[in-house]
């Protein structure tokens, strides 16, 4: 029976857009061990830039309270990213990576700037 019981900490969590409440969530579940990748624009729209893995997007990586999130470009880059300890950030506007990654849980954390009805 513990076998139909999945490991938490193996659980593949991609979260569509790396603002702030994107980075909030990505910070917290990272910091309790599962694997994260957070999916963003070309050209990120985040007010609050120095606390924002969209950063990652421009700058090619950020560090915000000890966690680290680099761009990458492809699923290599994000199993790099889980196995050397940082967050990866891809530049994947309609996360299509999901079909690829099959995500065990995916959130959309993607902050409408405009009034969409």
């Known amino acids: ?3 139909d019981i999945p490991d938490l900490k193996e659980l593949i969590i991609l979260i569509r857009g790396a603002g702030e ?3 909030g969530v990505a910070y917290r579940l990272f910091q309790s061990g599962f694997r994260v990748c957070l999916t963003e624009i070309a050209k990120p729209l985040a007010v609050r830039r120095e606390v924002s893995f969209s ?3 421009r700058l090619g990586g950020i560090t915000i309270e000890g966690v680290t999130a680099k761009r990458v470009e492809n699923i290599q880059g994000i199993l790099d990213g889980w ?6 950030v891809l530049i994947d506007p309609e996360a299509s990576i999901r079909k690829t990654l099959n995500p065990d849980v995916l959130v959309d954390a993607i902050l409408a700037k405009k009034n969409l009805g």
């Open 55 to 57: 950063e990652a997007v």
């Open 21 to 23: 409440m994107a980075t």
């Open 83 to 88: 196995h050397g300890g940082w967050v990866p």
């Open 1 to 3: 029976m513990s076998e």
